[in-house]
């Protein structure tokens, strides 16, 4: 931050927690960048003696838009933001972090150039196009104002983001700590940055990286920025001193870790190194079968069998997965008995996920369901697995899990597909799947790979 000696009315600022924030009714459809950032400043005291004058002409021009009369004593920095984007200010004034939730009460704010940047009552910044334009934050208390030059472009090209964490271990629930980021190019110091969590059920994140533990298991704390999404990650870890080792369901075993790697395979998938595979992974989840596509038929996967005993035989913790195509209870329960009688005798590491997806084609026999009824069928399912015995749960991608069924209606564990760069699904998780790309696990050409929390 530096006192600039001209100053533009305008700028912007305040912040507000990125997940209560309400909706924001500029053109949502031109947003690039999902999430709300968070871009921080500090406001300083001045000297009051030689700032009164100063400060009521400053608010003055943060109304009117004129200059402002003692530049010298406006607080004010440069940035470069990119085009379709929302972010907040988090203000620190005078030392003191401002809640952002209280931003409309501490603080006004104003954009020079509403056709570049637009900027609400609570210092939400909704970015438009490439441009110049002013953000001003004026302190209502005493008029002081702090103005961020934004110059809007297409890119902002980050190298790298580091945290002063890149691992953390708990034991109790409810302990805090501060994560810092520190970004490079200098240039880029300032940047808006977005927070995330993998699974808010382990630990929370609020828009300026503090760290709330919440729960047992594991998870990632991630922070983001630039067009280029360079993130950078803390892993959490929470031991649950209650942990046992066995959960005593019929042929249902749980390991004595909380997290790890998953890999997943079908019959669309080469293993040529068993051991490798072994060595890479902590667990790994196998095709049973699949509904068809068209005429709904109940198939085994062609390597089902032979993927089993591998992993028998190599000590791999596994469990399946089977591709619904359902369109009722009644097959939802058919295929819950089918994955139930493929499953006797084999002792599982992990719940049974339905796939509840697409064919992809817009043809398949389920593709156009409504959320009712494809929750309806992912259910009965899913508690006929249950019933017999066997845990269960539903997979699918973040977009998918959010509109095309009723997550509240599945009170089963849940396996998400995100390859962001980040896990958008904020209920709780299993496992997220991260990329479908990777490589050096055993398996031919390329094969899925999640992290499992739990």
Not at 169 to 177: L, S, Y
Not at 236 to 256: A, R
Not at 405 to 427: E, K, N, T
């Amino acid at each position: 931050m530096k006192i600039k000696k001209s100053i533009i009315a305008g700028l912007f600022s305040a912040a507000v927690i990125a997940m209560a924030m309400p909706a924001f009714h500029a053109n949502a459809a031109a947003l690039k960048y999902s999430g709300v950032y968070t871009k921080e400043i500090s406001i300083d005291e001045v000297d009051n003696s030689a700032s009164s004058a100063s400060a009521t002409a400053s608010s003055a021009a943060a109304t009117t838009g004129a200059t402002v009369a003692n530049p010298e004593d406006v607080q004010s920095e440069s940035v470069r933001v990119m085009t379709g984007m929302k972010f907040v200010i988090g203000v620190t004034r005078y030392g003191d972090e401002v809640n952002t939730n209280k931003n409309k009460s501490n603080f006004k704010f104003r954009s020079s150039n509403k056709k570049v940047a637009k900027v609400s009552a609570k210092g939400l910044v909704t970015t438009l196009k490439a441009g110049k334009c002013d953000i001003t934050v004026t302190n209502k208390k005493d008029g002081v104002p702090y103005v961020i030059h934004m110059t809007v472009g297409k890119t902002v090209k980050v190298k790298s983001i580091k945290l002063n964490e890149t691992s953390k271990n708990f034991k109790k629930i409810g302990k805090t700590f501060q994560l810092e980021a520190k970004v490079k190019p200098k240039k880029h110091t300032d940047i808006p940055l977005l927070w995330g969590t993998t699974d808010d059920s382990v630990a929370e994140v609020n828009n300026r990286g503090l760290v709330t533990i919440t729960g047992y298991g594991t998870c990632q704390i991630y922070c983001k920025g630039g067009s280029n999404g360079i993130t950078a990650k803390c892993t959490m870890k929470v031991k649950n001193p209650d942990d046992s080792e066995n959960n005593g369901s019929s042929g249902i075993s749980s390991l004595t870790y909380n997290t790890g790697k998953l890999v997943d395979i079908s019959s669309h998938n080469t293993v040529n190194n068993w051991q490798q595979l072994k060595n890479s992974c902590d667990g790994v989840i196998i095709r049973v079968g699949y509904r068809g596509y068209t005429n709904g038929t109940l198939q085994e996967d062609i390597k089902f069998r032979s993927n089993v005993y591998n992993c028998q035989q190599h000590g791999i913790p596994f469990s399946v997965y089977f591709f619904t195509t359902a369109v009722n209870a009644a097959e939802g329960a058919e295929e819950g008995n089918w994955i139930a009688n493929e499953l006797a005798g084999m002792n599982i590491a992990m719940p049974v996920f339905i796939d509840t997806e697409s064919s992809g084609t817009g043809n398949g026999r389920s593709d156009n369901l409504s959320k009712g009824d494809r929750t309806t069928a992912v259910r009965a399912a899913c508690a006929q697995l249950q019933a017999r015995g066997v845990p269960a749960g539903v997979y699918g991608s973040t977009s998918w899990l959010y509109n095309r069924v009723d997550m509240s209606q599945l009170p089963f564990s849940v396996w998400v597909a995100d390859y962001r760069g980040y896990c958008g699904y904020g209920g709780s998780k299993f496992a997220w799947q991260y990329t479908s790309n990777a490589t050096g696990y055993g398996v031919a050409n390329r094969c899925d790979v999640s992290n499992w929390y739990k």
